[in-house]
């Protein structure tokens, strides 16, 4: 961490160095040691002006606080800065959740195989398939199932609570199995 301070009308104490150092300390934390700040600290009148310019290979972000106190222009100044750094560190991490979840995605995604041989190689993939629907009756498990190209359906029954499964045999009869 490198700290720049420089004073426009202002001659820079040892308390105010000390004290910018101090506050700056959590920027190690945020964005890591590689980082370059410039405090540029101004008297005009009873305007005191303290802006905080922070370069990292990441990112330049800029602070400015004005009041009548040098300390509490400071502190103006620092607060903008970490609201700014925060702001991007949170993007930062929020893409490589993204990113990490589409992987795990892309990963659970299976295509399904189109040649019989790719079939028989393909014996140990899983296709997934999470599907929320309304309780029906059997009936309408009935006419689900004969609108659909599946070979079976799965459904909560409405009056037993119980998920059922409706299946289409090989000989076209429709079988039922009830816990």
Known sequence: MNVEITGRHV??????????LQRLRKFAKILGEDINFHVIVDVEKKRQTAEILLKSKLLDLTGKGQTDDMYNSIVLAIEKLERQALKHKSKMVEGKRQRAKAKTTASRMVSEPSSPQAEASSSNRIREEDVQRKPMTVEEAVMELNHSDDSFIVFRNPDSGSVNVLYRRKDGILGLIRP
């Open 11 to 20: 001659v820079i104490t040892p308390a105010i160095r000390t004290y910018v």
